[in-house]
């Protein structure tokens, strides 16, 4: 079952929704890079995404370098994911959006980008810059940070367009604990190059 590890085999990425998200994006690029014509499933977080995926080494979640505990999603699974790849891509603009008021005094936050949100404004946190949105045309907040795409999506008023990020784009492959080679892996070849 070792041969099961590596980027060649999957043709099934996991990663956070809802739609419009900067790793939804990065998912479909990955899949276009690599010639595959694979799926994309979007799931509420990547803990709930492990949780829900084969571990048949065809299925991989997509991650990024500033998702909130990534090293923990990674070190605490280890037995059964690895780093596969990893990719540089811009993100979505990102954007700070309202229904219409200028000034928010509620905003809606996935974790990451929080540092976005104007002084003054009281955070609440979501699992997701889509989340953001959503919770934001539905009136739980006065605004949200969120990505280009999900504020047009929710006819949401940008009130400030920070542009886009270039970010570090992460593949992790699910495979069942015997499949597991640790002298396959990518980050065990990049440490042993480091020695």
């Known amino acids: 079952m070792r041969h099961t590890i590596g980027p060649d085999h999957v043709r099934h990425l996991h990663t956070l929704g809802p ?6 994006a990065a998912s479909h690029e990955w899949l276009r890079r690599r010639g595959i014509d694979g799926t994309v499933d979007l799931h509420s977080s990547l803990e709930s995404a492990l949780d829900a995926v084969p571990s048949d080494g065809q299925h991989a979640l997509t991650a990024c370098a500033v998702y909130p505990a990534l090293h923990t999603l990674v070190f605490g699974n280890l037995h059964r994911l690895r780093m596969i790849d990893s990719f540089v891509m811009p993100t979505h603009n990102m954007v700070l959006a309202t229904t219409g008021t200028p000034r928010p005094r509620t905003v809606a936050s996935h974790p990451a980008p929080t540092r976005l949100i104007p002084q003054g404004a009281d955070v ?3 699992l997701s810059n889509s989340q953001a949105a959503i919770d934001c045309a539905s009136g739980l907040v006065d ?5 280009i795409v999900a504020a047009r999506a929710r006819q949401l008023r940008v009130v400030q367009d920070f542009g886009p990020v270039p970010m570090v784009f992460t593949v992790h492959q699910v495979c069942a604990a015997e499949a597991i080679d640790p002298a396959q892996s990518v980050d065990a070849r990049l440490l042993e190059a480091a020695l």
């Open 124 to 126: 609440v946190e979501v």
């Open 143 to 147: 605004g949200c940070i969120t990505t």
């Open 19 to 24: 739609h419009g998200t900067n790793l939804e």
